[in-house]
């Protein structure tokens, strides 16, 4: 759990990074690839990225380590500062093939839903992905998402967040975890329906490949 404290200071920093975005097109080609666009003109930098997503380029020095990376800022609603930060290595296209890790987390974030914004954009029907950017992709194509960190990091402790919803769609991804991780969430939460994405494939790869429609056309 972050102090007041840590949590004003994480917020400089995620304005500082998202403002270094701005200026770093192989972060932006990376994102845009993603299906995640961010308006490097608008005069407003939360109307231009509010994901407030952003890059390490001159780092606050806890962050050495983490130089070059994207930044993935866990907001909350209240807007008093993020409660955490990923860390995602954009310079290896396998990380594991490099024994690089390809999140590394801020110390003392602990582990936490992303984008829990969606819990008040959704009205009876709320997304659940196996990752942040998977996340965005979905709540900017109309289901308003959040990200449980991988496969294997939800926590039974989240499933009263859920309750009052109409439906419940988990996003797992087109593989062995992911079908896992999709058959434990419907079973814990009894509003769930299961959304497998294509063997191979997760919400954003879908989307990109196939267009929006085809990832709503599962939902349906």
Request: proline fraction near 7%.
């Amino acid at each position: 759990m972050l102090s007041h404290s840590s949590r004003a200071s994480l917020l400089r920093s995620t304005i500082r990074y998202a403002e270094a975005l701005l200026d770093d097109p192989d972060s932006l080609r990376y994102l845009s690839e993603r299906g995640i666009e961010i308006d490097t003109d608008h005069p407003d930098l939360r109307e231009a990225n509010p994901y407030l997503l952003g890059v390490v380029v001159d780092p606050d020095p806890e962050h050495e380590d983490v130089r070059g990376r994207l930044t993935i800022p866990y907001l909350v609603p209240e807007g008093s500062g993020p409660v955490g930060m990923k860390f995602r290595c954009l310079r290896h296209d396998d990380c594991k093939a490099v024994d690089c890790p390809k999140y590394l987390a801020h110390t003392g974030m602990g582990q936490r839903l992303y984008n829990v914004d969606a819990f008040e954009r959704a009205t009876s029907v709320i997304g659940i992905t196996e990752g942040e950017f998977d996340a965005i992709v979905a709540s900017e194509n109309g289901i308003p998402s959040v990200a449980v960190p991988g496969a294997k990091g939800w926590s039974d402790a989240w499933v009263y967040a859920f309750e009052g919803y109409e439906r419940v769609l988990v996003f797992g991804d087109g593989d062995d975890a992911g079908r896992r991780f999709t058959e434990h969430l419907v079973t814990v939460l009894p509003n769930a329906r299961a959304v497998p994405m294509p063997n191979g494939h997760d919400v954003t790869s879908l989307v990109m490949e196939q267009g929006p429609e085809a990832l709503l056309e599962r939902t349906q």
